[in-house]
Structure formats: structure tokens, C-alpha cells
């Protein structure tokens, strides 16, 4: 409850820098505050939700797979092999991902995406693999004992008491990259990053920056308590109230 | 019927769990494997569902080698429970229950209808409650019941247990071992039940297997096990005490003594003294006319006593009386507490049928559990 208001007043507040820096106008000779136009701050937003759910997308597809295998013990070269790279990924910073893809892909929007889904694959990877891990071996032992098949194990049990960790992980990356896709701006390919940039590009224009932050802001806020219900609704009802934190 | 012959477990490292154990488990009966830990036991009965493989020898189930057998539909016909319980914290209790019946494609009303029945079976009433509670809103006793219900689910003729009733308090488990034998009474089952509680293989077992290091040391009834020890392995492990855990296994119905002659509480004094010296003994149990007992009387104490009383005004009533089907180291409990040294022993309707003397249990020790030196 208390979290819930909390960020609904963070998200208030943001919007609300929005609105009052968008809706004075230039009036008479003076130029303060200078406003972006509401349309383009809304394109903007359009761009930077494409660039965040498409990242996404990419991350879910590859990363839950990936995750899932790094669980079977079947496999133990590739398991270390990647969690090494899943380690070690992580501690590269964003924007290190984004220069060496716009080097291979040039710069532009798929370079970004790439970028956004490579380093969201990591939490979404360790996640899988950390609530799938963490299924409790007695219960797998009694569901092989009674006659479940491999897959039905991997169905019935592994999956479902995994999702709550698997979806933690989902929310943190998703939140991660709206602030991550921000950094997109800066190379051209837009966003609300790019008001940001201009903001900062035209002299550093204090109000300017703070109309595509604000935004930006309130973006992840949103995103973080939809997601949240989004875990909340799918975690099976007999394993709630057990605290489950992301692991990334 | 379940049988291993000469049944192995190498491990990849060299190690053998199990060696060239063979061992028949007859149809209906709750075979206890037994011994300490590392010995084999676990191993054993995971080999019976296949959730390890034999790396030599043959089991059969109702001569069937469980090798030509798919895994998934073996398992499925056959109960497995374990210590750790292993319930799916994120299905009600019902589903948990109805694992196997709906693995098996049993329509809704039929698994339904069979959940309710086995929770009224282990005493998880009303079934409507329970069976829409989630295992964390269970006590660990309860958990454990629902464990033993699950394996039950598709009544499956063979039960593994491992340990089932390992990882709760002493007085709860208890209990839940009185059921269970009540329970399978019931139901009959062919069951192999691990333990690493010889207590408890004692209580629950038709027979027991004892194992160390992989290999059966000796194998056979409760009492057999307690009165014949094979090796000092075996008597070490039933302890210095056997002879008190042999008692356990024996009901005072089958030890009791029934020719002492009784007198009734009308007779005069004079006339019980009488009766013991023709009989030549030093007490007669007093019994009323309905049956009932009423108390004791011995020749020391009715020798200086008035001729002509009635033995109803100076018999010396016993507190404690023993009943047929108890179990005879409670009753050896019982003389031990009171004064008298003998224990007078009713029926279910609170009727005389005999006594039990110290002279008498000695003579069932010495007969039945005391080795040749």
C-alpha cells in the first residue's frame, strides 16, 4: 500500500512538471520558460516505448530460453560458459553496449535495440535461472517419484513456482532500460533522450532537459507499478506473501 | 509383491550403495528397511520407482521386471513419500492430493470424489476446508498427512516411504503412526518403509530388513530380529535393551495367565484362606459377580485378620489394571508402580480374564529372547 503511493505520487509529480513546463507559453518578449511542443514530447515518448518493448521482447525470447538451460545440469561446459559471459556482462556499463553496437550495426536504431536487449538479457537470464534453481529439490524428487514426465515437471512445477522471480527480474529490466534507452537520444536516434540532448546541445537549457527527464521519469515509474501488478497477478496464489526480490 | 534379486548400485565413482541385496516383500505387507545412515536403505527403495537405476540384479513387481516398464507409468502405480514431504506449494491441497489421478487422466468428479475420501481417511476433516487450503496454511503435521494421502491418490497397490513421518515432533509423529496402522489395517497394502528409527520399524513393521554398508544383514519378523540378532552389528543396533523393546512387541492377551483360581467378594476370609492353601498360592484375584475385578487379597495379609469377615471389607484394591490388548512393557510399567507385584488384566468390557505375574514374564523372556551363552 504504502509503495503503491508512494509511486503514484512520484508519478505525479513528474507528470506534473510536464504538463506546467508544456502549458505556459512564451508570453510577450520573454522566452522563459521555452517549451517543447506537447505533440513532440508525445512522438517522443512513442519512439522510446518501441525502443524499450521492442529491447524487451528480444531480452524475454532469448534470455528465458537461455536461463532455463543454464538449469539443466545436463550441459555443465555451456552452463559455465555462460554464466561467465552472463557475469561479466553485467558489470559493462550501457553505454559501452551502445558505442560497440552502433560500431558493428552503425549508428542507428537497431544498434540501440540490440544494445537495450543484450544488457537486459542478464537480469532476465540470472533470474530464470536463479527461480528455477531455487524450486525446492524435494519437490522435484516428488514429482518425479509419482510419475511426472520431464516436460510436465518442467510445466507443472519448475516454471509456475519460478514465475514470480523470472517476472522480478523482467520488471528491474524493464525499468532499467527506459532510463538505459534515454542514453539513445544522444546518439540521434530519438527518444526522449533526443529533448534532453537538445536541452543540453542548445546551452545547456535547463527547463528543456527537465521536459524530456520528467517524462523519462514518469515512464519507468508507470512501467514499474504496471509490471508489479503484472507479478503480482501471475505469482500462484499459494506462494504469495513469500518475499521474492529480483537477484540481478 | 515386490522382489529384488540380488540387486546392486555401483555408483560412476566406484562407490557401491547397494550389494547383491535380495529380499522379498510379500503382498500386504509393510517391510521396514533399517539401518544407519549410508547404508543402503534410501538407495534401495529409489531403485524400487527407478529413481535409480540398478547396475545389476532384478526387481520384480507382481513378476513383472520393472525394467521392461515405461518409468512414468511404474511410478504412477506405485505410492512414493518421502521426509521432506516435497508438497507443490503452489496447488491447493486437493490438486496436490489428485497429482496421480489426474496424471492418470481420471475424470474431475471421479479424482474429486477420491480426494474427499482420503482426507477423511487421514483425518483431514472436513475435506472441503482442507482440500482448498494451500500447504503453507498447514501445520507440519498436517503437511505430512496430506504427503500420505498424495501417495495414496490412485490407490495404488505398492507404497515407498521414506521416512514419512522423519521431520516432526515426537508426540505428533506418534500419533500419526498409530494412524497409519490403522490406515493400513484398512487398506493392506504391499508397503516398504524406510527408517532409520528402530522404534518405529518395530511399531509399524511386518517385517524388518536391517542393512549396513550396502548389504542386508538380516531380515525377518520384529520379534525374530530382537530375539535372535544375527551379528554384534545386529545386537549393538537393537541395543542392550531388546528384551524391553521385545515387550513392546508382545499384547498382554497373548502372555497372560488365566488358571490362577478367583474368589468373589462374599466369601468369608477364612474361606479365601482356605482356597489358597489347596491351590497352594499366596494371592487370589478377587472378581465380582458381574465379571468385574475387585481387588486383591494374599495370605499375609488375611492370616491375622478376623475368621468371619467378608473379603470384600479387607481386599486391597489395585489402581491400575492391565487391559488385554495392551502392549506388555506397559504393563510391566504398571506392576513396576504399584505395591502388589501383579497385574490383574480385563477385557474391552472391564471383565477379569487373568493376571500376569512377574514369575510368568520372566519365564516368556527367558523362553522367547534370551540367546544361548
Redesign the interface.
Known amino acids: 500500500m504504502r509503495r503503491t503511493l508512494t509511486l503514484l505520487s512520484l508519478l505525479a509529480i513528474f507528470i506534473g512538471i510536464t504538463i506546467w513546463m508544456t502549458s505556459i507559453g512564451p508570453i510577450g518578449e520573454r522566452a522563459w520558460p521555452r517549451t517543447v511542443p506537447p505533440g513532440r514530447i508525445l512522438s517522443e515518448i512513442s519512439t522510446h516505448m518501441q525502443l524499450v518493448v521492442v529491447a524487451e521482447l528480444i531480452a524475454i525470447g532469448i534470455g528465458l530460453p537461455i536461463g532455463f538451460l543454464l538449469t539443466r545440469k545436463r550441459i555443465p561446459v555451456l552452463t559455465r560458459l555462460l554464466e561467465g559471459v552472463v557475469n561479466t556482462g553485467q558489470t559493462l556499463p550501457t553505454l559501452c553496449f551502445i558505442f560497440l553496437f552502433s560500431a558493428i550495426l552503425g549508428i542507428g536504431r537497431e544498434a540501440v535495440i540490440v544494445a537495450l536487449a543484450v544488457y537486459t538479457l542478464l537480469p532476465i537470464v540470472r533470474n530464470t535461472y536463479a527461480g528455477i534453481k531455487a524450486v525446492d529439490p524435494a519437490i522435484r524428487d516428488a514429482a518425479r517419484g509419482m510419475g511426472m514426465s520431464y516436460w510436465q515437471i518442467v510445466g507443472r512445477i519448475e516454471l509456475p513456482l519460478a514465475v514470480p522471480v523470472i517476472m522480478a527480474g523482467i520488471r528491474t529490466s524493464t525499468v532499467l532500460n527506459v532510463g538505459t534507452a534515454a542514453v539513445a537520444g544522444l546518439i540521434g536516434v530519438g527518444g526522449l533522450g533526443a529533448i534532453i540532448a537538445e536541452g543540453i546541445a542548445i546551452g545547456g537549457i535547463i527547463e528543456i532537459v527537465l521536459q524530456g527527464a520528467a517524462p523519462t521519469a514518469a515512464l519507468a515509474v508507470t512501467l514499474d507499478a504496471v509490471l508489479g501488478a503484472v507479478e503480482r497477478a501471475v505469482t500462484p496464489r499459494g506462494i504469495k506473501g513469500t518475499e521474492v526480490s529480483a537477484v540481478a | 509383491m515386490i522382489t529384488l534379486d540380488n540387486v546392486s548400485k555401483m555408483y560412476a565413482g566406484g562407490t557401491e550403495a547397494v550389494k547383491e541385496v535380495t529380499l522379498e516383500i510379500p503382498k500386504g505387507e509393510l517391510c521396514i528397511l533399517v539401518g544407519p545412515s549410508g547404508c543402503g536403505k534410501t538407495t534401495t527403495l529409489r531403485m524400487i520407482?527407478r529413481?535409480i537405476s540398478l547396475s545389476s540384479g532384478r526387481i520384480l513387481l507382481n513378476e513383472r521386471d520393472i525394467n521392461q516398464m515405461d518409468?512414468?507409468?511404474?511410478?504412477?502405480?506405485i505410492g512414493?513419500a518421502?521426509q521432506?514431504?516435497?508438497?507443490?506449494?503452489?496447488?491447493?491441497v486437493e490438486y496436490n492430493v489428485a497429482?496421480?489421478p489426474r496424471?492418470l487422466g481420471w475424470p474431475r468428479e471421479k479424482w474429486r470424489s477420491r480426494v474427499k475420501e482420503l482426507l477423511e481417511l487421514v483425518g483431514l476433516t472436513p475435506p472441503e476446508e482442507f482440500g482448498k487450503r494451500?500447504?503453507?496454511e498447514l501445520s507440519g503435521g498436517q503437511r505430512q498427512r496430506v504427503g500420505v494421502a498424495?501417495?495414496l491418490?490412485a490407490d495404488p497397490p505398492v507404497l515407498?516411504m521414506d521416512e514419512p513421518f522423519g521431520a516432526i515432533d515426537p508426540i505428533t509423529r506418534e500419533r500419526l503412526q498409530d494412524e497409519f496402522l490403522r490406515i493400513q489395517e484398512e487398506i493392506q497394502k504391499t508397503i516398504v518403509f524406510v527408517t532409520h528409527d528402530l522404534q518405529e520399524g518395530l511399531k509399524l513393521g511386518d517385517r524388518i530388513a536391517l542393512m549396513r554398508d550396502g548389504y542386508l544383514i538380516q531380515e525377518g519378523k520384529p520379534a525374530e530380529l530382537l530375539a535372535k540378532p544375527k551379528d554384534d552389528f545386529v545386537r549393538n543396533f537393537v541395543g542392550t535393551d531388546r528384551t524391553l523393546k521385545a515387550l513392546t512387541l508382545v499384547r498382554l492377551r497373548e502372555v497372560l495367565d488365566d488358571s490362577p483360581p478367583t474368589t468373589e467378594p462374599e466369601v468369608t476370609v477364612s474361606q479365601a484362606l482356605q482356597k489358597m492353601e489347596d491351590h497352594g498360592v499366596r494371592f487370589l484375584p478377587v472378581v465380582n459377580g458381574d465379571g468385574s475385578f475387585a481387588g486383591w487379597v494374599n495370605r499375609g495379609g488375611l492370616r491375622n485378620l478376623d475368621g468371619d469377615k467378608q473379603v470384600s471389607e479387607v481386599l486391597m484394591r489395585a489402581r491400575k489394571v492391565g487391559r488385554r490388548d495392551m502392549p506388555v512393557n506397559e504393563a510391566l510399567s504398571l506392576m513396576l508402580e504399584s505395591a502388589i507385584g501383579n497385574l490383574a488384566v480385563v477385557d474391552r468390557h472391564d471383565k477379569y480374564v487373568g493376571v500376569l505375574t512377574f514369575r510368568r514374564l520372566y519365564d516368556i523372556v527367558q523362553e522367547n529372547y534370551l540367546e544361548e551363552e
Not at chain 2, 518409468?71 to 502405480?77: A, D, K, S, Y
Request: net charge positive; hydrophobic share 35%.
Open positions: 520407482n529413481l518409468p512414468n507409468e511404474l511410478r504412477r502405480g512414493y518421502i521432506e514431504i516435497g508438497l507443490f506449494p503452489h496447488m491447493t497429482a496421480v496424471l494451500y500447504p503453507s498424495r501417495c491418490g515407498l
